[in-house]
């Protein structure tokens, strides 16, 4: 396994590969890696010759208040899972590798994108987060790029971003993996305690609730968000942050009648921690 | 002469030449060139073995009531010189090529940098600035970028862009190329009425005057700014926009006793045409 920590290096075995005609892939990550990462690492070896996995807890995407100091890190860890699942190398580098003259320089997507959902809920988080994928994807030079659906607003983001900035990078968004009782896998699951882990799984069931309403025909914004808002609501250990339906291509919230795909996100707090998860209707 | 007007196209020259070990140079210019260009695009020569100069009027940094709609265009024109110049390929998108999405994702260099002298007098030029250099560094993928001392602080925020996201490109600022009576070449010269033009030369004699008073000893910046607002004042035809004194490495204003390489700039309006120009002190 390669382990580099500058960007003058993992850039040069990128281009090493690049110039054995050897397709290269970006797995963007902030480590403590699990299942939902694997699957990742494994869609971009399916894509690319030669996979890189970055690991690296971006500062800029959290908060003041958020959990960037407690966020877990455990780089044995995440090696093994690399290996495991089929990368080639691991970017791993440091605040200031990444920021060599602090946060001053930013990418920005604008537009209701960034504004609704968590882009509302956490001010300055996606620019964090196009600024951080924007320098990654400067920095390895990778072909392909590979994005969970667990964080549907930020693959759009990226997307976006990619798009407008015109990198010539593929994005893909690979499905979200759960638990066996239909927890989306997160790095910050392992905040829950017992009992706050036993109300996880209704923020799945209240989705699936609302897609069982749409298979019937239930084709009412309002309705699909009351739906989901009133099955979590059953839980006093659950305080709801949000529940939204975007067009799953623009993603704008949806206003009339749903005739197209769209994406059900919904955040919400367990005790502290903040988990979100999503659907999509109409694929 | 190679002419490419996608995105695509220009990429593939430049990474032809690179598979062949050649490097290449970009010259970012808005067209209308000049003898500024010619001698940017000869430093260029020198430095790399393949010279891509970019025409693109970038609509991002032109606010509102400024004259993006009235910039000089003239590609034949434009051409001639590239030829002259030793050019390889210009790079002539239009603005769909450029913004494929409207001006939605931006690349923001935060700071005193952009918000002093033309950052405060034009508010977003150089969130213009910096996305479209972003956006060229991108397309072209150069080894080697060449701006004009001209535009010193265009070239500072290009710095910072380029050291802060990480592009491997490194930039070349070359000196100012002025008529021979002084007046710092610029498209914008072309506006100028001939009773106007008799007027400009006052605007590198003014920054002149306070380079005496430099050689002299004077270190203090309230008084060498006041030189060149003094000696500017002495024409009606010339309005003062502001004059400033910055650390030529940080472009911030040097508040004390000047003790280090420094940049005196000065902008100005005749008539309705604002032009810029600046000397280094201490260098």
């Known amino acids: 396994m390669i382990i580099e920590s500058k960007i003058k290096e993992i850039r040069a075995r990128s281009r090493e590969q690049k110039s054995r005609g050897i397709k290269t892939a970006l797995v963007p990550t902030m480590g403590s890696l699990h299942e939902g990462h694997a699957s990742l690492i494994r869609a971009a070896r399916k ?12 500062p800029t995407q959290f908060g003041q208040d958020e959990d960037f100091e407690r966020y877990p890190r455990d780089f044995e860890r995440d090696k093994a899972v690399c290996l495991d699942s089929g990368a080639d190398a691991i ?22 994108m960034t504004e609704i959902m968590c882009g ?12 951080i994928v924007g320098k990654l994807f400067i920095a390895v030079e990778p072909d392909i790029a590979v994005f969970g659906q667990k964080d549907a607003q930020q693959a759009a983001v990226i997307k976006k971003m990619t798009k407008c900035l015109g990198f010539p990078v593929e994005i893909i968004v690979s499905p979200i993996v759960r638990e066996s009782d239909g927890l989306a896998m997160s790095s910050r699951n392992s905040y829950l305690s017992p009992a706050e882990r036993a109300s996880a799984p209704l923020i799945k069931q ?23 808002a009133n099955s979590l609501g059953g839980s006093p250990a659950i305080r709801t942050d949000y529940v939204e339906l975007v067009d799953n291509a623009s993603f704008e919230p949806v206003d009339g009648p749903l005739d197209r795909p769209a994406c059900l996100a919904v955040a919400a707090y367990i005790g502290k921690t903040r988990l979100i998860d999503n659907i999509l209707l109409g694929e």
Chains 1, 2 share one sequence.
Do not use: C, W
């Open 120 to 131: 509302g809920r956490r001010p300055g988080h996606f620019r964090g987060v196009a600024t």
């Open 206 to 228: 209240s989705l699936d609730r609302a897609a069982e309403l749409f298979e019937k025909g239930e084709r009412s914004p309002q309705h699909l968000k009351q739906a989901v």
């Open 91 to 112: 970017f791993f580098p440091d605040v200031a590798e990444m920021y060599p003259d602090g946060p001053s320089v930013s990418i920005e997507v604008a537009g209701r």
């Open 47 to 58: 894509s690319a010759g030669f996979v890189i996995v970055s690991i690296f807890v971006n």
